[in-house]
């Protein structure tokens, strides 16, 4: 009886590396919910060992949860207390109905990609760009070089410029939605970025979290475990994902 125990107590612990929970019995409801998001959508994450789980209670709302989890001998585990975020101002978008210029988040599963950094040296495993100013994300649906990155010049005539003003970009990572392949209009620059302030804002369409929660994930994610990213409304991602 004692080993069982040991098992659930083992397999139900929750690691906070990043953040402490402001409320115990919220949190462990959100940790529940992203435990069943996981169970529904389970053949999506066959080869994926770290995930980060996304999701609001309502498609309207413009934030969100993320729950960051890591698999093991086939068991998923939480490696954080839920973080809230900021997601697109009209949050989520239904499946495969994201637009450009929607400011909505799209839903559904996708690997995080490219990292951009301001700085040249930062406390991560994965591989990075230094950004400078003549790195540019495509936004304009009629480029060729629609929702991809280019470095120096350009025929587009819209872009996003990757080292700004402000610290919204120091680290930039992109969430590969439409890229393989790209669809041209379906939206893009989708990235995992820094919130303007202490507290995570509203986007375009990307995901939003204050700098310390950032540099957390980051010192957590591994390349080899093929950090990834579900998500969408809670409603959504419970039916799982087609």
């Given at each position: 009886m004692k080993f069982i125990l040991y098992i659930l107590l083992f397999q139900g612990l929750i690691i906070c590396q990043f953040n402490e929970p402001a409320n115990g019995q919220v949190s462990g409801n959100q940790a529940k919910k992203a435990f069943r998001i996981i169970k529904k959508n389970a053949v999506l994450l066959d080869s994926i060992?770290?995930?980060?789980?996304?999701?609001?209670?309502?498609?309207?709302?413009?934030?969100?949860?993320?729950?960051?989890?890591?698999?093991?001998?086939?068991?998923?585990?939480?490696?954080?207390?839920?973080?809230?975020?900021?997601?697109?101002?009209?949050?989520?978008?239904?499946?495969?109905?994201?637009?450009?210029?929607?400011?909505?988040?799209?839903?559904?599963?996708?690997?995080l990609g490219q990292l951009f950094c301001y700085d040249k040296i930062v406390n991560t495993r994965m591989p990075f760009i230094q950004t400078s100013s003549e790195d540019k994300w495509?936004?304009?649906?009629?480029?060729?070089?629609?929702?991809?990155?280019?470095?120096?010049?350009?025929?587009?005539?819209?872009?996003?410029?990757?080292?700004?003003?402000?610290?919204?970009?120091?680290?930039?990572?992109?969430?590969?939605?439409?890229?393989?392949?790209?669809?041209?209009?379906?939206?893009?620059?989708i990235f995992l970025h820094l919130s303007e302030g202490e507290k995570p804002n509203p986007s375009a369409g990307c995901v939003v979290v204050t700098q310390r929660d950032m540099e957390g994930l980051l010192n957590w994610m591994k390349p080899e475990l093929k950090p990834s990213i579900l998500m969408g409304n809670e409603k959504i991602l419970m039916t799982g994902l087609k």
């Open positions: 060992h770290q995930l980060l789980v996304v999701y609001n209670e309502t498609s309207e709302q413009n934030s969100a949860v993320l729950v960051a989890m890591e698999k093991k001998n086939k068991v998923w585990r939480i490696i954080s207390s839920p973080i809230p975020v900021g997601i697109g101002r009209k949050g989520f978008a239904a499946p495969r109905a994201k637009r450009e210029g929607d400011h909505q988040s799209p839903t559904g599963f996708f690997r495509i936004d304009d649906p009629n480029s060729d070089d629609y929702n991809q990155h280019v470095r120096g010049e350009t025929k587009a005539n819209s872009y996003e410029n990757l080292k700004i003003r402000t610290n919204e970009y120091k680290y930039c990572m992109v969430i590969e939605y439409n890229m393989h392949p790209v669809v041209k209009g379906f939206g893009s620059a």
